[in-house]
């Protein structure tokens, strides 16, 4: 018995931290287009230093925006500050870097930008989640130019690549299950 009670103890430990995520509800944004994402899975761990301050990172495994041939999936690495705590609940907020996997058709700049959100923990079983994610795609477009439109020849049209910088906002809210 003192083998299997060790034995747990030990796969508790080595799982502490972690949580596993359903992202639901959130929301894209950018110069032109304002859309919601398809459901997604995250992944999440969580180290505290010490009673308030910690570090911790998720990964929004790639999910289709609505209504769109774009697929992103977002990795964030933050700091969190717990502001209150007790036994059934606790609110901490998180502040850090949100870095974009973006499956984009001529995307070719990606970068990252500040993330920052809550959290609420509810007997230390069930998270909700609100983060703010930002980010910058640049991305090249064509314009056709006509040259001659008098012309009988079907080749009177040029293309032109021109660049756009897209700046990109995600709202998210998750609900976890804490390990």
């Known amino acids: 018995m003192k083998y299997i009670i060790?034995?747990?103890?030990?796969?508790?430990?080595?799982?502490?931290g972690y949580k596993i995520g359903f992202d639901f509800s959130s929301r894209y944004e950018s110069n032109d287009i304002d859309t919601g994402l398809d459901n997604g899975?995250?992944?999440?761990?969580?180290?505290?230093?010490?009673?308030?301050?910690?570090l911790g990172f998720n990964y929004l495994f790639p999910t289709k925006i609505d209504y769109q041939d774009i697929e992103i999936g977002i990795f964030d690495l933050y700091m969190m500050r717990y502001f209150f705590s007790d036994k059934i609940i606790s609110l901490n907020g998180k502040i850090g870097y949100s870095y974009p996997d973006y499956k984009w058709?001529?995307?070719?700049?990606?970068?990252g930008g500040i993330m920052y959100g809550f959290d609420i923990k509810i007997n230390n079983e069930v998270q909700i989640s609100y983060s703010i994610n930002n980010s910058k795609v640049s991305q090249l477009e064509q314009e056709e130019?006509?040259?001659?439109?008098?012309?009988?020849?079907?080749?009177?049209?040029?293309?032109?690549?021109?660049?756009?910088?897209?700046?990109?906002?995600?709202?998210r809210f998750t609900l976890y299950y804490l390990f």
Request: glycine share 2%; with cysteine; charged share 20%.
């Open 145 to 171: 130019i006509f040259q001659d439109p008098i012309s009988e020849i079907d080749d009177n049209v040029e293309f032109n690549y021109i660049e756009i910088e897209h700046n990109i906002r995600c709202n």
């Open 105 to 111: 058709q001529n995307a070719f700049d990606i970068k």
């Open 6 to 16: 060790s034995i747990l103890i030990i796969i508790s430990q080595c799982f502490a």
């Open 41 to 54: 899975i995250v992944l999440s761990y969580d180290h505290m230093f010490n009673k308030n301050w910690g």
